[in-house]
């Protein structure tokens, strides 16, 4: 039988406490969320809602084709352009997917007998950006400066080393000025994924490369996602407009895939506006994730000391992991629960969001339920 091997798969799935499976939530959830992604509670924000659907009634429903050919409206480039100029980069160029956007960097800028050095906690969207491009790839340590260097050194030619910014398991930090001195001294490119610091890092939300002092930097390529801090959908690139002239040329994401909907680009554009006027918004979901962290340690639980808004709370076990997050929910808290494969380093856990809107009040019942229902 054609795909009868999936049996298999799936009674070793479950065997290990892996088994994944969806679960719709309803438009008016009467759970305190902290699994979402909504970092600065804008997602459902009037504005940026009204935002979305000013853009769908203007432009359509969907942007019609690819950027190439009638997916490029003037709100696309407006986006492009704001977004670029609020996080200090010369360019910007919007993909209908954080994880579209990072296959694009990496296989754009990773020819054929290039090296990538990328980091071993990368983000799944990375990874399979090193796998698809012509380029050889060394994995080094995580967040390890020095292993960069090594790997440059064995190398003569083109090269870039990929990272996250803020990795999304632990929600700890790369040492972004550490890499790009390595970078520098071997003339290669540094490519960071900011999925996780905008909105959150940097002066007013500008994110990781701002805050490190390297945005704007000729030698630099960061990657946004739209659907974390800014509540809508979709990713960009940011960097030197060169860099930009050659995507639009060279990335078979961009170039084989419809624009962004016109409603995604309107509600990111609304939600980049509203943290320009309201930068207190980053430093709010910082303060937040900072009391959650401050909180769960005194509980006696054993969390990692948060980056930016991701707060990690370890599990003994996948099945642990599992039944604490379903526990947490009954009890009336969603959380994330990341199990193998999405661990690098195989242990699992809780993770939290720590987002902008959360009460003094919410968090402590947060704290109150996950200690409550701890394995």
Request: charged share 20%.
């Amino acid at each position: 039988m054609a795909f009868g091997w999936l049996d298999e798969q799936a009674r070793l799935r479950s065997r290990a406490g892996l088994v994944r499976t969806l679960r719709p939530r309803p438009a008016a959830s009467p759970l305190l969320d902290l699994a979402s992604n909504d970092y600065l509670g804008l997602a459902r924000h009037p504005e940026v809602t009204e935002g979305a659907a000013r853009a769908a009634r203007e432009w359509g429903g969907g942007s019609t084709g690819s950027r190439l050919v009638t997916g490029t409206t003037e709100l696309h480039t407006e986006l492009e352009r704001e977004l670029a100029d609020f996080c200090g980069f010369e360019a910007a160029l919007v993909f209908s997917s954080g994880y579209a956007a990072n296959l694009a960097a990496v296989t754009a800028l990773a020819p054929h007998g290039s090296l990538i050095v990328s980091d071993a906690g990368n983000h799944a969207s990375l990874i399979d950006g090193c796998r698809l491009a012509r380029g050889t790839t060394q994995v080094v340590a995580h967040a390890e400066p020095e292993a960069v260097r090594k790997a440059l050194r064995t190398h003569e030619g083109t090269a870039i080393t990929v990272s996250d910014t803020v990795f999304s398991v632990d929600g700890d930090a790369a040492p972004l000025t550490a890499l790009a001195e390595a970078c520098r001294e071997h003339g290669a490119g540094l490519v960071v994924d900011d999925a996780h610091g905008l909105g959150v890092l940097g002066d007013g939300g500008r994110g990781a490369p701002q805050a490190a002092g390297l945005a704007g930097a000729a030698d630099v390529v960061a990657t946004v996602t739209l659907s974390k801090s800014l509540g809508s959908q979709g990713g960009a690139v940011l960097g030197p407009a060169r860099v930009v002239e050659h995507l639009i040329n060279a990335a078979r994401t961009f170039i084989f895939d419809t624009g962004l909907a016109p409603a995604a680009a309107g509600a990111a554009l609304t939600a980049l506006r509203m943290l320009g006027r309201e930068p207190e918004r980053a430093a709010r979901a910082r303060a937040v994730a900072g009391e959650l962290y401050a909180r769960l340690t005194a509980a006696g639980l054993e969390a990692v000391r948060p980056d930016a808004a991701v707060v990690s709370v370890r599990a003994p076990s996948p099945e642990d992991a599992v039944r604490w997050a379903a526990d947490c929910r009954a009890a009336g808290l969603a959380v994330g629960c990341f199990r193998p494969p999405s661990v690098p380093d195989g242990i699992s856990r809780l993770r939290l969001t720590a987002r902008a809107d959360l009460t003094g009040q919410q968090i402590e019942r947060a704290v109150r339920l996950i200690g409550e229902t701890r394995p």
